[in-house]
Every structure is written in C-alpha cells, then in structure tokens.
C-alpha cells in the first residue's frame, strides 16, 4: 500500500485529499498546524525542516507521493508575506526536502496546489514571483507584505506553477523517475472562501466570480484529480498545470476573435 505525505491536511482540499486517498488504502502522513500526524508551521524555515525531518522519519525514508495543499487564501487575516511564506517557500521546501524519499519508492509522484487566480486576476506583482522563483524569501515577503494578501495571493500560486514547470523537466525529478504537476483549483467551497476567517462582505463578492459550470467545486472534487495525478492513469503528466475550476479559466482566457 503506498504512503502519500498530504500538507495542509486539517481542512478543506487537503482533509478531502487525506480521506480519499484513505479510502483507497493508502497510508497518509498529514502535516498540518493541528491535529495532524506531523504537526508543523511551515512559515518559518524551522517549522518547515522539523515537518520534513517528521516526515521522513514517519515513512521509514520512502513515499509513494507527496501533495501539499498547505496554504493561506487571499482573504484571510493574514500578511501579504505570510502568504509568500506558506504557500510558495512552504511548499517548495517541503517538495524539495521529500524528493529523496520520493526518489526510492517505485513510481513517486508529486502534486503542488497552484489556483486559477494566476490566470483570472489582473496585476499579479511580476517582481513578487520573481523574488520568490529566486528564492529570495526576505524580499520576496517585503514585496508581499506591501502588495498586500489579495495581490499577493496569486504571485504566490503563479511561482508556484512556474516552479513545477522548471524542476519537473529537471533531472533530479523526472529523470529521478518522479513525476511533478500542479493543480489549479477556481473557486471552491473550503473554509478558505466561506470560513470565519474570511470577510463575509468579501465572501459574498466572491459569488460574482463566473463558474460556466455554474457552481462552486467541491473539495473532493479537487482529490479526485490529485488521486488521478499520482496515479498510473497521469503516466504522461510532467509538469502540467491542470486547472479545475469549472470553466473559468476558459470563459476569462479567450482567443481575441
Ligand atoms: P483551507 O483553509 O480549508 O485549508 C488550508 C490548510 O492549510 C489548513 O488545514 C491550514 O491549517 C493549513 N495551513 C495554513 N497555514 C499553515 C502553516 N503555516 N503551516 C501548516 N499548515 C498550514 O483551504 P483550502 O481551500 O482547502 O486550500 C487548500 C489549497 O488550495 C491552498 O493552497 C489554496 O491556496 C488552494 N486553493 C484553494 C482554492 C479555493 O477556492 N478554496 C482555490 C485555488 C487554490
């Protein structure tokens, strides 16, 4: 049975992710702030080496796959950088720290969660994504923090994408036999859209957002396709960015006719 490592497993996409992924037979290691196998912040470089060093430890130095769902929306309460710090430097470092384990499992996937907002919102601060694809994180969270969490949001997840592009092509992942993609969610029903910590005046503009499909996703629907990428059925799947957001992204990104 394989062991899948799921971040941000406590909630939303990730909990939906952790619990299908159970269902199906697998052993799942959570990382999350809370109630989760390795309990761990991955803001800060500390918490992000202890999640690592938990992880290996937990899965005996081999992993089937790796999802991080871990991250921090728009809306929230939190800083611009604090964004930059969970969602871009979080999931890289735990990516990047669980690849030798990944490298010595028979058929080793990895999924990082991008969003739909890379390509539906105006303005992503273009500095911000490239101090974060630099792994400049002191700049990279100042140039946040300025922007602030709704301009900062996508630059995060835009990284994000452009850094599976990048390292998937690279040796030390697919030519270490590990397959790494993306998901790009639109809007789905979590506590990151609907949740206490979210604005209800901002949560109800959410409603304006165009879904062709005519309602919001739900999150497992979100780890059906994450199932789907570290399974056999994505053999050709190599740094692909797989949007799932019902038709926004094709409704907003037409060909000018
Ligand atoms: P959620 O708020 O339900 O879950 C996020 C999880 O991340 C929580 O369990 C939280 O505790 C964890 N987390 C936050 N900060 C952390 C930290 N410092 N260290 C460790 N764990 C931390 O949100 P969700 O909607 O399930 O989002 C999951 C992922 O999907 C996120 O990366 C989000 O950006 C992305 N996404 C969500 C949507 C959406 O509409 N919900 C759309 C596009 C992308």
Not at 27 to 40: E, F
Not at 68 to 79: E, K, M, V, Y
Not at 237 to 247: E, K, M, N, T
Request: charged share 20%; glycine share 12%; aromatic share 4%.
């Amino acid at each position: 049975m394989p062991t899948i490592v799921v971040t941000g497993s406590g909630s939303g996409i990730g909990a939906a992710t952790a619990q299908r992924l159970t269902s199906a037979g697998a052993t799942v290691i959570g990382i999350d702030l809370a109630g989760a196998t390795v309990t761990a912040d991955l803001s800060t470089r500390d918490g992000r080496s202890g999640a690592v060093a938990q992880a290996l430890e937990a899965c005996s130095g081999v992993v089937d796959g790796v999802v991080c769902c871990a991250g921090l929306g728009p809306l929230s309460s939190h800083t611009g950088g604090k964004l930059a710090s969970v969602n871009y430097f979080g999931t890289v470092a735990v990516l990047n720290g669980l690849r030798p384990a990944l490298e010595r499992a028979s058929s080793p996937a990895a999924v990082a969660i991008s969003s739909s907002s890379t390509t539906t919102q105006p303005g992503v601060p273009a500095d911000l994504v490239d101090a974060l694809l630099d792994d400049r994180e002191d700049d990279a969270v100042a140039l946040a923090d300025a922007v602030g969490p709704v301009a900062a949001y996508p630059a995060t997840k835009l990284a994000l994408a452009w850094w599976t592009r990048r390292e998937a092509v690279r040796r030390k992942w697919i030519g270490a036999r590990i397959r790494l993609n993306a998901v790009a969610p639109g809007m789905i029903d979590t506590p990151m859209t609907s949740g206490p910590d979210v604005d209800p005046k901002m949560a109800a503009l959410l409603d304006l957002y165009p879904v062709p499909r005519g309602r919001r996703g739900a999150p497992d629907e979100v780890a059906a396709l994450v199932e789907f990428l570290l399974g056999p059925g994505s053999a050709l799947l190599c740094g692909s960015i797989v949007y799932a957001d019902g038709g926004t992204d094709a409704l907003l990104r037409q060909k000018d006719w």
